[in-house]
Structure formats: C-alpha cells, structure tokens
C-alpha cells in the first residue's frame, strides 16, 4: 500500500539536482547553499528518489546548525523520508535525531519548540517518540500559547499510537485539566478535540457540565462541540434531545460558521417541525447577512434541499427566501426564483406576484446591472405564477405590456407569449389587453415581437370600434403612405426596363453558334 504524502511543494521542474551536488553542499559551510540543498534533496523525495546515503550526510553536518530556516528544513526532510526498513522496524539513523528533537523541544525559541511539537504529530514510530514525552508533557505549561497549542495535539497524536494508550496514560486527565485552565481559543480547542477523540465520554461530561456557557465559547471550540454532538446522536439516537437544546442556543452564535453548522446539524439529527422551522429560518439570515456570493449559494442549496423535504415549512418562509433578489448577483437571483417558484400556493401568490412585481418595476431605474436579463427572469416567472394561478394575471398583465418595447428582444418576446396566453385565456381581459396593446403598439421596436402583436390584433378585435382603431394604429405605425416619392418609383421602373434590354443584350451576344468542324462557339 502506497504511504499517504502530508507535504506538497510546488516547484519549476527543470534540469533535477544531482545526489553528489546535493552531497557536497550540504558539507560545506555556506547556509544558502545548505537551505538550497536541503530544498532539492525534499524535492527529489516527493519525487519518488530515495538517496538512502543522504540521511548521514545530514546528521553529520546539518543537525547541528543553529539556523531557523535549516532546523524547519530538516522536520520537513525528516517527515518525508522513510524512518523504517523493510522488516518496518525503525532505522537506526532515527534514534541519532531523538537527542536533536528534543533538544529542539527545549529550544528557548517558542517557535522552533512548536514546529517540533508539530512535525511530531506526523511521526507513527513508538520508538522514537517514547523518550520525547516528557519533552513535549513540559511544553504544555510552556508561556507562549503557539507552543500549548502544538503540545495539545502532539500528546494526542502520541495517544493515538498502537500503543499510546500505555505511553500516556493519563494523557485525558491531564488534558481537561488544561481545557479548564487554558485562555488560548486554539489551545482550547485542540484541548476538547483530544478529548473527543481519545475520551469521548470525558469530552461529553465536560460539555454537560458547561452547557449553560456553551454559547460564551469561541468559535473554534463551537464548531468542535458540533461535530461532536453529531457524532454521538449517530451512535446514540435516544439521547438527540439533551443535544438539540444545545444547538438551539447556539444558532444565536455571532459566528456565521457556527450558525450555519447549527442549522445543518438540526436538519440532520431531526425532522420536528420546530427545528426545521429554526434551521429554515438561519439559512434565511445568512442568505441576507452573507456579502460572499459563494456563500449566498450555499445556502440556497440547502433551502433547496429543505424544500424537497419539508415543503409545507419552506412554503412558510417563501417571502423570506425572496429577500435575496436584492442581490445584484444573476446566479443568485435565478436560484432564488427557482425555489420560489416551487413553493407557490393560493394563499401566497398574490404576496410573490406583488413583490415581483415592485422588482420589475426596479429595473427601470438602470442602476442595476444586466437589467434586461434580470427582467426576462422576472417575466418568465410572473408567467408561471400567472398560468398557475390565473387569478393574478390581471394585476402584472398591464404592467409587463409596458415592455414589449424593450431593448433586451429575448425579454419583449416573453412578454409578448405572456400576452398572448393570458388574453386566450382569460376573455375577461379581452379588451383591456386590447386596449393597452394599442396603445403601446408604437413603442415596439423587436421584428420578433411584431408577429405576436400583429396577431393579438387581427384575432381579438372584434368590434368595429376595435377593428378600426387596430386598422389606424397599424398605419400610424407604418408611417405616411405612398412609402416612396413618384420620382423614386419612376427611377425604379426605368431601372427596371433598362434590365430587360441588358439582359437580352447579353444573352444574344452569347448565343452559341457551331463552328466548321462541328463544335460549338460562344459569339
């Protein structure tokens, strides 16, 4: 089986570096041309290289070095390298480094102290880790809290181990004292990630004991709490409710994240109408809250989840889902109308269409961009909610007809169908439609749209009255008549005459005639 890679160095490949170049740089006692080897060496064994005479080299003349950018090159070095032989028993080299590590853990530099700790969560060999513990066990009372935090998560990957449980074993005791104790969030953090991962039932006590003070929690220890109350409510179905008290205090988080993992918790671990109620309400407020696009389309997903699976819920919240028109965003609003669309009944699609409505009216402004698209958006859904609920076509109708006149053709030509579907329709609308239609006819510009009107005209006027004011209104929009002078049309017809004659010209001066030896000519 392939190891996994915990490191990934993007780098130009060009001409690859030479072991023996690599050898002697690293001998020598020039520190960029050491880091610079140090670099190519880790390079040729994310490669696949494995320079097994390397690593003496390095202990020899690199260990020791002072430098901070050398010493972090070397746990980088360290941690690709492989620490094992083929038996799987620990190379001798690496119990040489012991001495190094933990001299580093002693360091008085807090940084080189941390990136140790750090480099120790990805080592699997109890050998060389057994004589470090007590190191690392002093680096959790260490001043700086970058050095805690490292210490945290070393002694749980040190737990972790085949046989961690017998190298530490008081490590969770140890550890929620520290939970109790620490100021550090990050620290906090990893403190209760230990827990959860090596003592669950210590971790679940610690929280029932806080409950009252979860909320005052910072944000990274929120989220931990979160992931691990859904992990025990997947074990432990009968014992959701103490858990989804807890996860409705913390939807009032001022964390956007935590919210949002509180309403994907509720929706995972209940169907109670209450919950989903809350949870549909969250995702309502981030959607408003929320500036990053990114994010605004996230939650439109799980609205859209929710909606497939709670509807009469979603239905509840369909003008709050809305809201997010107010976004400039076409991807956005295109979703939202989507989902709204969806969730439309009798009793709210007056409310939709009227809000709607004031949205069309918006994009007369030109402050918005891409209004013509916003708009034939807007008219195509005003459309399915008007064949839908045909009741509400004549509160838009008028308003859309306003439109046949825009510039966006795609967005003119929808409301042309609208008008036509609806006055086939609804013949209460019949002359109201006609009426607006003629008078509006002089504002269309789109030859898409022409044919639609043309034909509302010729097939819905039926009075006289009608008939003759579609008859004036087409010839005012035709313009004066003839379209063309005499003088015109008598330049036209010259032309016309003079085309014949030419023709016949050329085509007489082109007849064929047979030549002496049977062929033919053209003359």
């Known amino acids: 089986m392939e190891k996994s890679c915990t490191l990934l160095i993007h780098y130009d490949k060009g001409t ?7 050898k002697e740089a690293l001998e020598g006692n020039d520190v960029p041309a050491k880091i610079d080897a140090l670099k190519k060496a880790i390079m040729l064994l994310l490669s696949g290289e494995t320079l097994p005479h390397l690593f003496i080299t390095i202990i020899r003349y690199v260990l020791t070095s002072e430098d901070h950018t050398i010493q972090k090159l070397l746990l980088l070095y360290l941690e690709t390298i492989e620490k094992t032989d083929a038996k799987g028993k620990v190379l001798p080299e690496m119990i040489l480094i012991c001495q190094n590590l933990r001299n580093n853990l002693q360091h008085p530099n807090e940084y080189i102290r941390g990136v140790t700790l750090r480099f120790l969560c990805r080592l699997r060999e109890t050998e060389v880790m057994e004589p470090l513990i007590p190191s690392v066990l002093q680096n959790l009372e260490h001043r700086h809290p970058f050095v805690r935090r490292n210490a945290i998560l070393a002694i749980m990957s040190i737990y972790k181990l085949p046989q961690g449980d017998q190298l530490l074993v008081d490590a969770p005791e140890m ?16 403190a209760f990630l230990m ?23 910072n944000e990274l220890l929120q989220m931990v709490v979160l992931e691990l109350i859904r992990k025990v409510c997947r074990t432990k179905p009968s014992e959701k409710g103490k858990y989804i008290k807890i996860i409705i205090a913390l939807l009032n988080a001022p964390s956007s994240a935590v919210t949002y993992e509180c309403a994907q918790t509720l929706v ?40 497939a699976s709670h509807r009469e819920i979603m239905v509840e919240m369909i003008m709050d889902v809305l809201r997010a028109l107010s976004s400039p965003n076409v991807d956005i609003r295109r979703k939202t109308l989507d989902i709204v669309l969806e969730l439309i009944t009798h009793r709210n699609v007056n409310e939709v269409v009227q809000t709607l409505k004031k949205e069309v009216v918006k994009t007369q402004s030109g402050e918005l961009e891409k209004n013509g698209d916003y708009r034939q958006m807007l008219v195509q859904a005003i459309h399915a909610c008007a064949i839908k609920f045909p009741e509400v076509a004549g509160a838009v109708v008028h308003l859309l007809m306003d439109f046949l006149g825009d510039t966006n053709v ?73 379209f063309y002078s005499v003088s015109e049309e008598a330049e036209s017809n010259d032309s016309s005459n003079k085309t014949p004659q030419n023709t016949s010209a050329t085509v007489s001066s082109r007849r064929p005639a047979i030549l002496a030896d049977g062929t033919y000519a053209t003359q």
Request: charged share 20%.
């Open 16 to 22: 690859p570096a030479v072991a023996n170049e690599i």
């Open 175 to 190: 550890i929620e004292k520290v939970l109790s104790s620490e100021q550090d969030p990050s620290a906090k953090r990893n």
């Open 195 to 217: 827990l959860f991962n090596c003592d669950q039932d210590r971790a679940i006590n610690y929280l029932l004991t806080n409950v009252d003070r979860v909320s005052e929690w």
């Open 268 to 307: 995972t671990l209940s169907s109670a109408p209450t919950a989903i109620r809350a949870a549909a309400n969250t995702y309502c407020q981030l959607l408003l809250s929320q500036s990053d696009n990114n994010v605004k389309l996230i939650v439109l997903d799980r609205l859209n989840e929710l909606k």
């Open 410 to 482: 795609a967005s003119a030509l929808d409301v042309a169908v609208f008008v036509r579907e609806i006055i086939e329709s609804n013949p209460k609308l019949r002359v109201s439609i006609i009426t607006r239609l003629l008078d509006t006819f002089y504002q269309i510009r789109a030859a898409k749209v022409f044919p639609f009107a043309l034909w509302i005209v010729g097939e819905y006027c039926l009075s006289l009255s009608e008939v003759e004011t579609g008859i004036a209104t087409i010839k005012q929009c035709l313009g004066e008549m003839p």
